[in-house]
Nanobody, 122 residues
Framework: QLQASGGGLVQAGGSLRLSCTAS????????MGWFRQAPGKERQFAAG????????YYADSVKGRFTISRDNAKNSVSLLMKSLKPEDTAVYYC?????????????????WGQGTQVTVSS
């Protein structure tokens, strides 16, 4: 089970940190991803991180502004979002995939958090 938190309302140019905590003992078996879904749009990959935290991957739209990290001792993954733009407004989901490599495709992920709303005002 995944529990996401940290969303909210922020002005353009501001920052937010999203957190996701996983229950269970096998957190290191999963690559982790953050996805986002804006109203009327499909769910899209934002960032992903490998099992050991060394490999990180980003959508072009967030590269250089978002940073994904994980703490395997705490079964948690975070997404630090800086220089936020109104187009970053979406519901953000954390997800877990029992795979060896990070996938950009939502359908590859087996477990999903409940989503947390991020709203960036202009």
């Amino acid at each position: 089970q995944l529990q996401a938190s940290g969303g909210g309302l922020v002005q353009a140019g501001g920052s937010l940190r999203l957190s996701c905590t996983a229950s269970g003992r096998d957190f290191t078996w999963y690559v982790m991803g953050w996805f986002r879904q804006a109203p009327g749009k499909e769910r899209q990959f934002a960032a992903g991180i490998s099992r050991n935290g060394i490999g990180t991957y980003y959508a072009d739209s967030v590269k250089g502004r978002f940073t994904i990290s994980r703490d395997n001792a705490k079964n948690s993954v975070s997404l630090l979002m800086k220089s936020l733009k109104p187009e970053d407004t979406a519901v953000y989901y954390c997800a877990a995939d029992p795979a060896l490599a990070v996938s950009f495709a939502p359908r590859q992920y087996d477990y999903w958090g409940q989503g947390t709303q991020v709203t960036v005002s202009s």
